[in-house]
C-alpha cells in the first residue's frame, strides 16, 4: 500500500489529533523532568485542592477553554502554556505529515510514510519539550537529549535523509563544536562557559536526525535570532538578569495533573494542568552572558540571560522544513553584506 493511497484530509486529521494527545503527554514531561517526577504517576489531580480530575476534563486544547481556563473543582487558575504546547504541537504535527506523508514522494510506501512520520515527530517532541523546561528552568533536561540522539542515529539506515554516516557526523560536530569551543575553550579563557552543555548535548540530537549541514545551520541562525531576541529583550526590559552562577528563585508553576489510568509512555496522553503557586530555582545558563549596561547609568553591569535551547530547537526546525531554501537565503543575506 503507497502512502498516496489515503485521503490527505484523512491524514491530517489522525495526525493532528494525535498530535494534540502526545501535546499533553510532552507538558506532563516539561514540568516533572526538571524535578525529578516520574511522568507516570501520580494519576490526575488538581494541583491546588488534590481533587481527582476526571478524564473528560482532559482533552487536550479544547479542555482548557472549556474550563475557562480555571479547574472545576476549586477555580484555581490554569497555565495557558499548555493550551500552547499542545496546540503548537499538534501544528507541527500537520506540518510533518505534509512534509513526509502528503508530499512524499511518488511510490513511497505507506509504511515508510508513517515511519519517517513518527520518527520525526518524535524528533520535533523532543524539541518542544526542551524548549520549554530552557524557557522555565534555563536548562535542557537529558531525558531528551541522550535518547533523541540514540533514536535519531538508531533510525537513521532506515530513513531516506540525511544517511547513517551524516547522522553520525552531524551527531559528533554537534556536541564536539559546542563542548570544545563554547564550553571548556569559553571556560578558560574567561573563567564562565559560553554555553551550557545541555546545548552542546541538543545540538548532538539534532546532528543526529538531520545531519551536519543542520548543526552549522542551527547554530548559525540559532545565534542569530538569540541576538534579535537578546535587542527586544534590552530594548523592552524583560531579560533576565544576575550573574551566571545566582541560584535566586525565580516564579514557575505548581504540579500539573496527570489523567488517571492513561498509559502515558505507550498509549494516549492526558492534558495536564497547574497552577502559578510554586517557586523554582534558576540552575545554569545557557547562552553566553550579554553584558549590558543598566538603564540607570554607569552604576553597574547587568548580564542578560536568555536560553539558547529554543533557538537551536527554532534553526533545527527551520532547517527540518525549509532547509534548502533558508540555506540559500542566509549565503545571500551574507554576500550582501560582505564588503
Known amino acids: 500500500m503507497l502512502a498516496a493511497d489515503l485521503a490527505p484530509a484523512f491524514v491530517y486529521t489522525v495526525i493532528g489529533v494525535l498530535g ?46 472549556m474550563l475557562r481556563g480555571r479547574t472545576a473543582c476549586c477555580g484555581t487558575r490554569l497555565s495557558p502554556r499548555y493550551v500552547l504546547v499542545e496546540t503548537l504541537t499538534a501544528a507541527l504535527a500537520l506540518a510533518l505529515a505534509r512534509r513526509f506523508w502528503v508530499d512524499a514522494p511518488l511510490g513511497t510506501s505507506l509504511a515508510q510514510a508513517a515511519f519517517e512520520t513518527a520518527v520525526y515527530f518524535a524528533f520535533v517532541g523532543g524539541l518542544v519539550v526542551a ?77 543526529a536526525f538531520l545531519g551536519w549541514k543542520a548543526v552549522l545551520f542551527a547554530l548559525i541562525a540559532g545565534s542569530m535570532q538569540g541576538l534579535v531576541a537578546a535587542a527586544v529583550s534590552l530594548a523592552t526590559g524583560r531579560g533576565r538578569a544576575g550573574s551566571t552562577d545566582d541560584d535566586s528563585p525565580v516564579p514557575a508553576e505548581a504540579e500539573p495533573a496527570v489523567a488517571p489510568g492513561v498509559p502515558h509512555a505507550a498509549g494516549l496522553p492526558a492534558n495536564p494542568h497547574e497552577s502559578d503557586a510554586a517557586l523554582a530555582t534558576d540552575r545554569h545558563v545557557a547562552l553566553s552572558d550579554i553584558e549590558t549596561l543598566r538603564p540607570s547609568g554607569l552604576r553597574g553591569v547587568a548580564r542578560l540571560r536568555i536560553p539558547f535551547g529554543p533557538f537551536l530547537a527554532l534553526g533545527a526546525l527551520e532547517y527540518l522544513f525549509f532547509g534548502p531554501e533558508l540555506v540559500r537565503w542566509y549565503f545571500d543575506l551574507f554576500a550582501r553584506l560582505a564588503p
Open 20 to 65: 494534540a494527545l502526545f501535546g499533553s503527554f510532552f507538558n506532563v514531561a516539561i514540568y516533572r523532568w526538571p524535578r525529578g517526577m516520574s511522568v507516570v504517576t501520580p494519576p490526575s489531580h488538581c494541583p491546588s485542592c488534590g481533587a481527582a480530575i476526571p478524564p473528560w476534563r482532559n482533552l487536550p486544547i479544547l479542555g482548557y477553554f
Open 131 to 207: 524548549t520549554f523546561v530552557d524557557l522555565e528552568w534555563m536548562e535542557i533536561p537529558d531525558e531528551v537529549s541522550l535518547p533523541g540522539s540514540a533514536l535519531g542515529l538508531a533510525t537513521a539506515p532506515l530513513r531516506l535523509a540525511p544517511g547513517a554516516a551524516a547522522a553520525a557526523y552531524g551527531a559528533g560536530l554537534g556536541f564536539l563544536l559546542v563542548q570544545v569551543f563554547f564550553v571548556w575553550t569559553y571556560e578558560r579563557l574567561f573563567g564562565r562557559r559560553g554555553m551550557g552543555e545541555g546545548d552542546s548535548k541538543l545540538l548532538m540530537m539534532i546532528g
